[in-house]
């Protein structure tokens, strides 16, 4: 397990609201985004990651001044994905605020993007993330995973651990693993792809998808994860009860045994 466990916020924004979806789909209205990073940030959140999940659909920037305000609003490490082409759209998003690249569904249709971020701003600033779905093991797709793209509506036949492999070996400096089939379930995280992902790379691992309770986050850390993804747990209209940050920090402390920042 990690030295130090990482908890981490993530916001699906659509315009300057923060949404919430179920397989990546359906999403329901949160509210708006720089309230929201202000509330987590206070709670004692660790890192906020920002998807314009919009951007890359519609081909344009990612929404630069709904970044900016988030940015005035969290003293944590922020990361911004969607609509990032160039170095010139990385640029942009860093001068508004951000200290991390997410790559998704551009890195796949151009690989050669996470090296030129990696050289240009350090492999530290850039992630990779991966949208991956359950499918029968193949020649092609020994995991059993394969990425997605396009807000898991393009299959691309990459299996899901060669693709994180191909990753680092690019440049990525982290990885983040986006479960299609959990995500927004609230059933827990999918452990293995988490593991075999966190095996196959020397680089940290995010889960990502299905945070339900303090202990699926504690799983995931078992499972070799770096870091988790919370979102639902903090702020989701489909909980009956949504947990204060410190509270699942508390939990993941005393009852986990788990080293957690303050």
């Known amino acids: 397990m990690p030295l130090t466990a990482r908890l981490i916020a993530c916001f699906d924004v659509v315009g300057d609201r923060v949404t919430k979806a179920r397989r990546f789909a359906d999403n329901i209205d949160v509210g708006d985004a720089a309230q929201i990073a202000a509330q987590v940030y206070a709670d004692g959140i660790d890192e906020v990651i920002f998807y314009d999940i919009l951007a890359s659909a519609e081909r344009r920037q990612a929404n630069l ?58 492999r530290q600033a850039v992630v990779q993330s991966m949208q991956v779905r359950r499918v029968p093991v193949t020649n092609a797709i020994p995991s059993g995973y394969e990425v997605m793209i396009d807000g898991a509506r393009v299959a691309t036949g ?35 792809i988490t593991r075999a992902v966190a095996d196959a790379v020397g680089v940290p691992v995010i889960a990502s998808g299905g945070a339900g309770t303090a202990a699926h986050a504690a799983a995931a850390f078992r499972a070799g994860a770096s870091a988790a993804i919370i979102s639902s747990l903090l702020y989701s209209p489909r909980m009956e009860r949504t947990v204060p940050v410190g509270e699942v920090k508390g939990e993941l402390s005393r009852q986990h045994g788990l080293l957690v920042r303050a």
């Open 158 to 192: 990459l299996d899901a651990v060669g693709w994180a492999r191909r990753g680092e070996e690019l440049g990525a400096g982290e990885i983040v693993v986006n479960s299609i089939d959990q995500d927004g379930t609230h059933q827990g995280y999918d452990l293995a």
């Open 65 to 122: 001044p709904v970044i900016e305000t988030v940015a005035a609003q969290v003293f944590v490490p922020l990361t911004v994905g969607g609509g990032i082409r160039s170095l010139e759209d990385m640029h942009a998003v860093l001068e508004a605020g951000a200290e991390k690249i997410s790559l998704d569904s551009m890195a796949v249709r151009n690989p050669e993007i996470i090296t030129q971020g990696a050289r240009e701003f350090g």
